[in-house]
């Protein structure tokens, strides 16, 4: 069963405080994983699609990273408006439907 | 944008009655899904279609069945309403130009009173 984990649940950083959320996953042979940012009362928001060890990509404050067993959603030098929770998803290579798992998200919070 | 539309945005309804989510895309894409979101759980797969009248369960089905007669269209039924359905729930699509990536509409948050 392929499951998706992150960490921490909650984080609170002072505008500016670099840091990372964790997402470590259990699949079947990875064909993807993928971020992205919820703000309350919304849909989740698109922001990354990660497709294999080693890959990175960027946007404005945020880095994504990939490795065979986590990924990580570093956040450089955060804003207030960076405050969202953060979700993980990962679709695995068997199975139809394009079937995604999710974790429950990181809820992070900047302040001034 | 990804050109999705849901409906209503926000329902109060009591035990035992049928409930209606639509879920309205512009963009004529192939695969549709329904999740639902609940503190503690993340999002969760209800039911997913892959076509006009293809559709297959996701993990959390029970309870709960989909219609598609229009690419544009994907129903979401609660037969009968438990309390257990309240939840926010989310369209989402696919797009069919390739890659994985699913696309969310705004949601629709429904109580069962």
């Known amino acids: 069963e392929d499951q998706v984990t992150q960490s921490p649940e909650a984080l609170r950083l002072q505008e500016g405080e670099s840091s990372s959320l964790n997402c470590s996953y259990t699949v079947s042979g990875l064909r993807g994983l993928f971020w992205y940012r919820q703000d309350p009362g919304k849909g989740p928001e698109f922001l990354f699609t990660l497709y294999s060890a080693g890959e990175e990509k960027e946007k404005e404050r945020l880095k994504a990273t990939l490795t065979k067993k986590e990924s990580f959603l570093h956040i450089t030098a955060p804003k207030p408006e960076d405050s969202a929770t953060y979700l993980c998803a990962v679709r695995p290579y068997t199975g139809g439907g394009n079937k995604l798992t999710f974790g429950t998200g990181t809820q992070l919070k900047v302040e001034l | ?113």
Request: glycine residues 10%.
């Open chain 2, 1 to 113: 944008d990804a050109g999705i539309t849901q409906s209503p945005r926000h329902k109060v309804t009591e035990t035992g009655t049928p409930v209606t989510l639509r879920c309205h895309q512009t963009e004529n894409h192939r695969y549709m899904y329904w999740y639902r979101q609940d503190p503690g759980h993340g999002l969760r797969l209800i039911h997913y279609s892959y076509g006009v009248k293809d559709t297959d369960k996701g993990e959390v089905s029970d309870g709960y069945s989909v219609s598609r007669s229009k690419t544009e269209d994907f129903l979401l039924t609660l037969e009968s309403a438990t309390s257990s359905q309240t939840s926010v729930y989310f369209c989402a699509i696919k797009e069919a130009s390739g890659g994985d990536t699913q696309y969310f509409g705004p949601g629709t948050r429904l109580t069962v009173l």
